[in-house]
């Protein structure tokens, strides 16, 4: 009986942790949403509750023990499933129609290839995205499998979780100053986007850049980096970008993560006389 008593007792007191977490978490809501008369509700819900739970252990005292405790978890399950029917449920993006032909203007974004390529690939990416840095080897085995054939557009789409992502790209726009961004934009993806002084350094030796240059172009031009970012980003919002990296093939968006998914997209564009490298 006195362990039956306390078990009863802890229940209560988790009951009571929970429910009052419910009702803060709920009042705190409904005082954004509307007006705080839904809190009043819920708090004398929750007397209610208690109360009723009382009344249940008083009569567990009087050696109905085991009906009581029954009854408690009846009356836990049953706000349990109150506040199950209250939670709302998140708002899944609606399935992505791979058929649909975006719009994607080259505008000043920098383009890897042959400028009048008959196969575009747009990529919103991300330099210090672990997964735009494995995937671009699959873009260059897709450039080197059709010379002449497919061009590559980047477009800067920085996650706000990379610190590092933002600068990374506007260090890769002063390196094409000096017509280098690809070679930068390789760095960038195998470093994680570092831009620490001591990398910049080993970046623009290892390209042949000039140093000073390169750091004036970086922190001078800013705004002008800032605001080809912020192009970029608006761009990906209107062309659901949900993720990096995110490849278009020719305005349609791709699934395609290696090269065969890539040759099966991209030779029926080219035709039965591709002539791509195998």
């Not at 203007?105 to 575009?120: C, E, H, L, M, N």
């Not at 450039?143 to 506007?170: C, E, G, Q, T, W």
């Amino acid at each position: 009986m006195e362990n039956k008593s306390s078990l009863i007792i802890v229940l209560l007191v988790i009951l009571i942790g929970v429910v009052s977490g419910v009702g803060l978490l709920t009042g705190v809501n409904n005082a954004v949403r509307a007006s705080l008369s839904p809190i009043y509700a819920k708090l004398a819900e929750i007397d209610r509750t208690e109360k009723s739970i009382e009344n249940k252990l008083n009569a567990g005292g009087n050696g109905n023990s085991n009906a009581s405790l029954i009854a408690i978890q009846n009356e836990l399950s049953q706000i349990k499933n109150k506040i199950n029917a209250n939670v709302e449920q998140p708002q899944m993006p609606p399935p992505e129609d791979m058929n649909k032909v975006y719009t994607i203007p080259s505008g000043t974004s920098a383009i890897i290839g042959k400028k009048d390529a008959p196969v575009t690939i747009v990529e919103f990416s991300d330099f210090q995205c672990p997964f735009c840095a494995r995937f671009y080897s699959v873009i260059k085995d897709v450039m080197a499998a059709y010379p002449d054939k497919v061009r590559v557009i980047i477009k800067h789409f920085p996650l706000p979780f990379h610190s590092n992502a933002r600068p990374a790209a506007k260090l890769a726009m002063a390196a094409n100053e000096q017509g280098k961004f690809q070679g930068m934009m390789e760095s960038l993806l195998a470093s994680g986007g570092d831009v620490t002084e001591p990398k910049i350094k080993e970046y623009a030796k290892k390209l042949g850049l000039d140093y000073n240059k390169l750091v004036a172009d970086y922190k001078n031009q800013d705004a002008r980096w800032e605001k080809q970012i912020q192009d970029d980003m608006q761009l990906g919002a209107g062309v659901d970008v949900r993720g990096t990296p995110t490849f278009y093939l020719n305005g349609r968006k791709t699934n395609a993560r290696d090269l065969g998914s890539f040759k099966s997209q991209i030779d029926p564009i080219l035709g039965p006389h591709t002539g791509h490298s195998q």
